[in-house]
């Protein structure tokens, strides 16, 4: 499988001495589901999102698609726009229908015309099974319901990797699964994901590898089954132990 | 006091010849009002421009706009109109001077000019504020989508802080029409200078100025009430309802 999204000895830095990445490294394939976890401030969110250069780094490189993000003349924007975001915060557009928000950038940024944006951006409501709330602002719709919108926002881009920065952490309980069932269907249709969260359920579910993160660092990198059943490191075996004692 | 109260002064011909005294106001009134709007067109113009340099992550842009607020709000506004009025012919090259000071409503240009810099300043604040009263993951998800910078701002950032900043606005509005009063020491012939004219035709101080007052009064509620209007107009359903 060729790799879709490589990370290559990537650190960053607040200030001059807080170091928030340290050498981190890992590769995301084509069609492949990595699950990255670990503590709170362990670098997770911010490392995801160096990944489409919303976040500056330091030194190392990322490579998407065989474009380096690092390279002199790389146009930012473009590469942006085939990468689908979705943050913790949904991060809808308050002042813009649900309809607006889902056709802004697929006419700014691609050039559709209205009816295509339309066309595809009802499509894609139907899939996330919100198409009744076409015409209602996003302060109308629930945590979950907002969430599969941006999820829908971020698929009208035909994006080729998608990246979640704890898409069910800002979720009241039992809206979590509404979002989680989207993005396991997403998974199943082989889509490139990268998917920061605390759903062990989920990884278990459908991730290929867990990374696990602590203090800025990659500690682990394994495939799913063998990532729950025999954790390397120990402060990954104690995370474990700590979320799925329950 | 030894005072004759005149109110049936306004309907007494003016000594300009043509019309009443009341004709004379509405005349101050027309100036105040267009120099009032165009100002408040180039502080808005010039203030969003300087509030969104101050949000750009670049230390030189945010820089000059912090150099521009300081310069622009600090140094009074009577001073201000002063300098560009009676200072500024004087430092560029003679031939401009002379072609500015002979400027038609030379006065009525440089009061919208100097109005609007030193509201500018004021609009700039209040439009950074609102930029970065929004929260950081906005444009995040703009610059996702693949927007530009320049797109971001258009249709994520600014949208939602102009909606946000419109009552203090409503406020700078109503200062620019205010503040245009100073206007009549650099000659500028509006409202207050026309009640002060009446003054000195007519001797009837107090009427002059009460007109002055109400219609000053009349004009900002009228203001106010528009701009209650627009923000009704824009409200976003089910937004800020506190969550």
Known sequence: MSAMITLNNVSKFYGPTFQVLKDCSLTVAKGEVVVVCGPSGSGKSTLIKCVNALEPFESGDITVNGISLKAPGTDLPKLRARVGMVFQHFELFPHLKITENLCLAQQKVLGRSRDEAMTKGEMLLERVGLSQHAHKFPGQLSGGQQQRVAIARALAMDPIAMLFDEPTSALDPEMINEVLDVMVELAREGMTMMVVTHEMGFARKVAHRVVFMDRGEVVEDAETTSFFTEAKSERAQLFLSKILSH | ?243
Do not use: H
């Not at chain 2, 004087?90 to 000071?101: F, M, N, T």
């Not at chain 2, 320049?150 to 205010?178: D, G």
């Open chain 2, 1 to 243: 006091m030894n005072y004759t109260w005149n109110w049936g002064i306004f309907l007494e011909p003016s000594p300009e010849g043509v019309g009443t005294y009341f004709d004379m106001l509405l005349v101050g009134l027309k100036w105040t009002i267009a120099t009032g709007a165009c100002a408040w067109v180039w502080a808005l113009v010039c203030g969003s421009l300087i509030g969104v340099i101050r949000t750009l992550p670049n230390r030189w842009t945010v820089g000059f706009g912090n150099a521009y607020v300081e310069l622009f709000r600090n140094i009074p506004l009577l001073v201000q109109l002063f300098l560009w009025y009676f200072v500024l012919p004087e430092l560029v090259p003679a031939s401009i001077g002379l072609w500015l000071k002979q400027l038609p409503n030379a006065s009525f240009f440089t009061a919208v000019v100097g109005i609007g810099f030193f509201m500018s300043a004021r609009v700039a604040e209040q439009v950074r504020a609102g930029i970065i009263a929004l929260p950081r993951g906005q444009s995040m998800a703009g610059l996702a989508l693949g927007l530009t910078t320049a797109q971001t701002y258009r249709y994520v950032l600014l949208p939602m802080a102009f909606r946000i900043i419109l009552p203090p606005l409503t406020s700078e509005f109503l200062n620019t029409i205010k503040n245009t009063s100073v206007a009549l020491t650099i000659g500028l012939i509006e409202l207050t200078a026309r009640a002060r004219a009446i003054q000195e035709f007519s001797f009837q101080v107090f009427e002059a100025f009460t007109a002055a007052t109400l219609i000053y009064l009349m004009l900002n509620l009228l203001i106010t009430a528009a701009m209650r209007w627009l923000e009704r107009w824009v409200k976003i359903p089910g937004y800020g309802q506190g969550k």
